[in-house]
């Protein structure tokens, strides 16, 4: 059991940046982006 728990570390940091970076993240950080430049448009 003392072998298995360094590989389920290593296996959950990898799967947990591999959710960070995909482009579910990345799309919404455009989202969020293209509303703010809307309303910048909209107060000139």
């Given at each position: 059991?003392?072998?298995?728990?360094?590989?389920?570390?290593?296996?959950?940091?990898?799967?947990?940046?591999?959710?960070?970076?995909?482009n579910t993240?990345?799309?919404?950080?455009?989202?969020?982006e293209a509303?703010?430049?809307?309303?910048?448009?909209?107060t000139y």
């Amino acid at each position: 059991m003392k072998k298995r728990t360094p590989a389920l570390v290593l296996l959950s940091l990898l799967t947990l940046s591999l959710l960070g970076g995909c482009n579910t993240m990345r799309g919404a950080g455009q989202d969020i982006e293209a509303g703010g430049e809307a309303i910048q448009r909209s107060t000139y």
